[in-house]
């Protein structure tokens, strides 16, 4: 502020700002000390008043006259500033009062001293009336120098002091403002004498500034100014000739300039020329690869589908080891085709995110369920904890989501040899409608260096790229988990020790979705006793949070063998656990002592599933009573887990996990439109395999003939064909369906593209929904009946006699598999199979007859009882009947009395086969 000051401004405030403080200082000082002496005399007048009101008052109040007292009181009213007088008894009543009501409050104390109470406006004074005070007006009585007589209270006002004050206050401050009226006349006439050359030298100054370069000073009269005006002088030559020098160096660089623009805008005609060519360039890219996606997916999907329906015949185990390695391979370039594609899509930013509802627990075990067989293949542990705080309901894109988590969850799998895979969600903040959340993969793997995490989410790289590396893959997988949690407005990051593993982390904010009521516990299993036992210690964590979610209360054991004796206790002291989970593994137990396990627990009315790797699944499955229903695989889904739970306690009623088309349902009609031989011999062949009609036709003209002909439920379009492709197809069905009553026919394109927009067009031409190839059985099943209601499967009567033929090609007798059961001892082998076949007329007498009685319950107690006692010989054909009998007789399936007969056939031919060994 100070720099906004002028020469004159300055003057005047170096000659007043000092003068008025001083002045301002000491007028208050002397002011302030002036008052506070008023005030003192005031205090001590009042005081003084009092006491010479003291020895006057002293006989009056002796005698106790208060006509004397009011005359005395009205007369002290006469004293200068005594606003009002009061005499009281000695028990402070009043006696005499001469003026208004006192401001102040009584002083409060006793004693012989003067009592005084100062307020605002005026001080109040108590003085004590003694004896002695009759001296001083010569009537001392003897002995009553001590005697309260009464009281003297006066009340001084401080108006007078105040007035006082304030005429002395208003004389300083005239006094101030007169001295400091000279002060400024002074100050002003010394600032002329500076300002008027000073003005002067400003207008040179801007006659300078506006291009007069010629303005000189003269002198100014002082030895100062006359410096500072040569001075001027001087730099006003010296800015005349640099303004010359200038000015031709401005019409040199004007020329070098404007040659300058030229060349820059020739330069800018050849940068838009090269930017309409990388436009060009990048739409050329997009649809080579959404054509190439196209070329390279139809082939891959007549090798996927036809390599399913080869699997499914009658092959050498040599061949299916093939099969299996060429649909391994058509999976590994389908899924190079998909990140390849993906990328292209973020780096086009038209890749579109879903905002949909979806589980949160379901999608992490999911992934989990997907990518077990590679963990277990190198004997690694699976583990899928969700803490119980993280909200399950949540809105975003579950695909995509899915994606990541598969990727970070495969590249564990990839870089651990050995130990423990976890995945973790948990909740970092939680508000009203969305919450933080915290997904976190962490194995024991090789760890990464510092370099490699720098270099983790770059594109085509990878943590080992030498020549020795085990893992493949195209190096986009973190890069495009990087683009698609980004885009979703999370981070992704990974901590890491080489050698000790790594922990890769995403971060996201979702929004919340409405509960889901399947998450509930469900009335079956609420209260139950379950006891679980898992080697693994951070798998049996997650299980008995799981099945505590179930609604069951859980016990933990940790061995086997320390189950059974729990279960056997809790059963004879009236707790008994209805339920057992198992988690198992070859290493810790065999198939066939889990079998005489299992036995035992259901001894004691306790109902047993086993867990065990998804790799050892056919190892277990012949030792299990009901290993459909029974056995499943690590790590478990909640919702599985729930199912097969309730299951055990109160079976459904289906045979199989197969869709049935339901009776008196017709089949659904479909018309299959492709160009191309072997998809549309694919998909005609899958179709009739799950129970449709189905007509196949090559071109778009037949496809439209065949529709404007026949009636049909569903039209699966190709999209690419010569001639007529799908969406022009599509269209002229459209059209004609104008003149037509009745509803649209429901079209599905087939395509292979991948591209984002292609979604988008093929709705736009009239198709109501799309598949991508490859394609499966389960896909057309579900489209099916999404778009006609009509189911599709096959029929029972077909299952029933695969099945029958299935148990037919199993062994009757297999001694081999009853030495290996019987530990490689041949004697035993021989009484066990010798006690089955002495007890197997009655077994079969005890079914008839109770199948006669139609007694359900003795009826799965005597097949169960038979099954049981084919677990430990090689009687293979008559195990599979005593298994699918049980099963369907505890499911209360039509097709239970079938399997009975079955079963007897099947007793049947071992005796036959025994007899014959004989």
Not at 553 to 558: E, N, Q
Not at 593 to 613: D, K, N, S, T
Not at 832 to 849: F, K, T, V, Y
Request: proline share 4%.
């Amino acid at each position: 502020m100070l720099n906004r000051l002028g020469i004159r401004s300055r003057v005047l405030l170096l000659a007043l700002l000092p003068a008025g403080m001083m002045a301002l200082v000491l007028g208050g000082y002397f002011t302030w000390l002036q008052q506070s002496e008023l005030q003192t005399q005031l205090l001590q007048r009042g005081k003084m008043i009092a006491e010479q009101l003291a020895p006057l008052v002293a006989p009056v109040l002796a005698r106790h006259e208060p006509a004397q007292l009011e005359r005395i009181a009205a007369q002290a009213l006469e004293q200068t500033d005594v606003r009002a007088v009061a005499f009281l008894a000695p028990d402070r009543s009043s006696l005499a009062h001469a003026g208004p009501s006192m401001l102040n409050q009584a002083p409060a104390g006793g004693g012989t001293q003067m009592l005084q109470r100062t307020g605002n406006d005026a001080t109040r004074y108590l003085l004590p009336v003694f004896g002695h005070h009759r001296d001083l007006a010569g009537e001392l009585i003897p002995g009553e120098s001590d005697r309260l007589l009464g009281w003297v209270e006066i009340e001084v006002s401080h108006d007078g002091t105040l007035l006082r004050g304030y005429r002395s206050l208003f004389t300083s401050l005239l006094l101030i403002f007169f001295c400091l009226a000279a002060t400024a006349l002074l100050a002003l006439r010394m600032s002329r004498t500076i300002n008027g050359p000073i003005g002067q030298i400003k207008y040179a100054v801007n006659q300078l500034k506006d291009g007069n370069l010629e303005q000189r000073l003269p002198a100014m009269g002082s030895y100062e100014l006359d410096e500072l005006a040569s001075g001027i002088n001087r730099m006003a030559e010296t800015l005349h000739n640099a303004h010359e020098e200038l000015q031709h160096s401005i019409d040199q660089a004007t020329e070098d300039v404007r040659q300058n623009l030229e060349t820059i805008e020739i330069q800018n005609i050849e940068l838009d020329m090269a930017r309409k060519e990388a436009l060009e360039a990048s739409r050329i890219k997009s649809e080579f690869l959404a054509n190439m996606s196209h070329e390279i997916r139809t082939p891959l999907n007549g090798i996927l589908g036809f390599t399913h329906l080869l699997q499914k015949s009658e092959l050498t185990p040599r061949q299916l080891d093939y099969l299996g390695t060429i649909e391994k391979s058509a999976d590994s370039l389908l899924g190079i085709i998909n990140e390849i594609l993906d990328f292209s899509k973020i780096e086009a930013g038209k890749l579109v995110l879903d905002s949909i509802p979806f589980n949160l627990r379901d999608l992490i075990q999911d992934t989990l369920t997907i990518l077990a067989p590679a963990a277990h293949a190198k004997q690694l542990e699976l583990v899928s904890l969700v803490y119980r705080d993280t909200p399950l309901s949540l809105v975003g894109d579950p695909l995509r989501l899915k994606q990541i988590l598969t990727n970070l969850v495969s590249n564990a799998i990839k870089f651990t040899r050995e130990g423990t895979i976890v995945a973790r969600a948990m909740l970092e903040e939680e508000h009203e409608d969305s919450v933080q959340l915290r997904i976190c993969v962490q194995d024991t793997g090789i760890g990464l260096s510092s370099q490699d995490v720098r270099a983790l989410f770059q594109a085509f790289s990878q943590a080992d790229n030498s020549l020795s590396r085990q893992p493949g893959g195209t190096g986009l997988g973190l890069v495009i988990s990087k683009r698609l949690i980004e885009q979703m407005g999370g981070e992704i990051g990974v901590d890491s020790v080489p050698g000790e593993g790594s922990q890769f982390w995403i971060s996201l904010s979702l929004p919340k979705a409405r509960d889901d009521a399947e998450d509930l516990p469900l009335q079956p299993l609420q209260g139950r006793r379950v006891a679980i036992v898992d080697g693994h210690a951070l798998s049996c964590q997650a299980l008995e949070h799981q099945l505590e979610d179930c609604g069951l209360a859980v016990t933990t054991f940790a061995s086997i063998d320390q189950l059974l004796t729990g279960v056997e206790a809790a059963g004879l002291g009236g707790q008994p656990f209805e339920l057992a989970v198992l988690g198992v593994n070859l290493h810790d137990l065999s198939p066939e002592r889990l079998g005489l396990h299992i036995q035992h627990l259901e001894h004691f009315a306790c109902q047993a599933l086993v867990l065990c790797p998804t790799t050892e699944q056919a190892l277990y499955h012949p030792y299990l009573p009901n290993a459909h229903g029974q056995l499943h695989a690590k790590p478990p889904c909640t919702r599985k887990l729930r199912r097969a739970l309730v299951d055990l306690v109160q079976p459904r009623r289906s045979s199989s996990g197969e869709v049935r088309i339901p009776t008196g349902q017709r089949l659904p009609k479909v018309l299959c439109v492709d160009d191309n031989p072997a998809n549309l011999l694919l998909v005609q062949t899958l179709l009739e395999d799950l129970g449709a009609e189905v007509l196949a036709v090559d071109t778009g003209l037949a496809a439209i003939k065949a529709v404007q002909d026949d009636a049909f439920d569903l039209v699966l379009m190709d999209v690419q064909m010569p001639g007529m492709d799908g969406r022009e197809c599509t269209e002229q069905i459209r059209r004609w369906e104008t003149g037509q009553s009745g509803a649209a026919l429901p079209i599905v394109a087939l395509t292979a593209h991948a591209m984002a927009n292609e979604k988008r067009a093929l709705l736009h031409s009239g198709m109501d929904d799309y598949l991508t190839k490859p394609i499966s059985e389960r896909q057309l099943a579900q489209v099916v009946l999404k778009w006609t209601g009509l189911q599709l499967g096959k029929p029972r009567t077909e299952r029933s006699s695969e099945r029958a033929e299935g148990s037919q090609l199993l062994k009757v007798l297999d001694p081999e598999e009853g030495l290996r059961l019987a530990a490689g001892k041949p004697d035993l082998a021989a009484d066990m199979l010798a006690m089955l076949l002495a007890s197997l007329e009655a077994d079969r007498e005890a079914i008839r007859a109770a199948r006669l009685a139609e007694d359900r319950s003795a009826t799965i107690e005597r097949v169960h009882r038979l099954n049981g006692a084919t677990r430990y010989c090689g009687v293979p054909q008559l195990r599979a009947a005593c298994q699918r009998s049980e099963t369907l007789l505890k499911q209360d399936d039509p097709d239970a009395q079938q399997a009975l007969d079955e079963l007897e056939q099947a007793i049947d031919r071992l005796s036959s086969e025994a007899r014959l060994s004989a």
